[in-house]
């Protein structure tokens, strides 16, 4: 069993989970894209998940907790289990990944988690 | 104290990191771009991290365990802390996210850790 999974997102389609198909253990990720002016319909919170959001293209706006924030293409966003949160495509729509982890159970990181190989790659 | 923080990332830079940052609780998350045909030197491994690297430009390769991944704009992949690995942008250069996860953390997500608000937001 190979220690690594591939997928393709097609970036045309509203909505692709990677969960399942990448047998992800510490996420679940999702890519999804809002044509113009479109609203995902609910308000929602999480019980114990984390939820970073990564927008790679368009406009829009973040309802969290009552505030409106305006968010544009580059733009990241941490959001809290607790936060009530919504989002709405602006007049160019709105394309990101949206990242569900579980708050507080990240411990090492990088220089404290990574180790250096003395394998050299051979591309 | 706000439950969510925002930021800018430019992603003509070569790298953004969004831990510190954004104060994320469960991930690292980093956006890199690399030139065209520019490796990174060096392999490495995790001690109990999975990453996610989401390709949302360019083209290039991966290696992994000694084999080599070809990768383009819209592939996803999970590779497992074991696993030795190292990336390689194409011709076309190379932008993606990585997302660092503590492996085996998520106990639940979507369906079953959010939860729908009453509240209807006022874009």
Redesign the interface.
């Known amino acids: 069993m190979?220690?690594?999974?591939?997928?393709?997102?097609?970036?045309s389609k509203a909505r692709t989970?990677?969960?399942d198909t990448?047998?992800?253990?510490?996420?679940?990720?999702s890519?999804n894209t809002l044509p113009a002016g479109v609203?995902i319909p609910?308000?929602?919170?999480?019980?114990?998940?984390?939820e970073?959001y990564?927008f790679?293209e368009g406009d829009g706006?973040f309802?969290?907790?009552g505030?409106?924030?305006e968010?544009k293409?580059?733009?990241?966003?941490?959001?809290?289990p607790?936060?009530?949160?919504?989002i709405?495509a602006g007049t160019l729509g709105l394309s990101y990944?949206c990242?569900?982890?579980?708050?507080?159970?990240?411990?090492?990181?990088?220089m404290s988690?990574?180790?250096?190989?003395e394998?050299?790659?051979?591309?």
């Open positions: 190979a220690n690594f999974a591939k997928t393709s997102i097609d970036f989970e990677l969960h990448l047998k992800l253990t510490g996420a679940e990720i890519y609203e609910f308000v929602h919170s999480h019980k114990e998940n984390e970073i990564l790679i706006k309802y969290a907790d505030e409106i924030v968010i293409k580059g733009d990241a966003l941490r959001v809290d607790a936060c009530a949160r919504c709405k990944f990242v569900q982890v579980k708050s507080g159970s990240l411990e090492h990181f990088t988690d990574g180790v250096i190989s394998t050299k790659a051979q591309f």
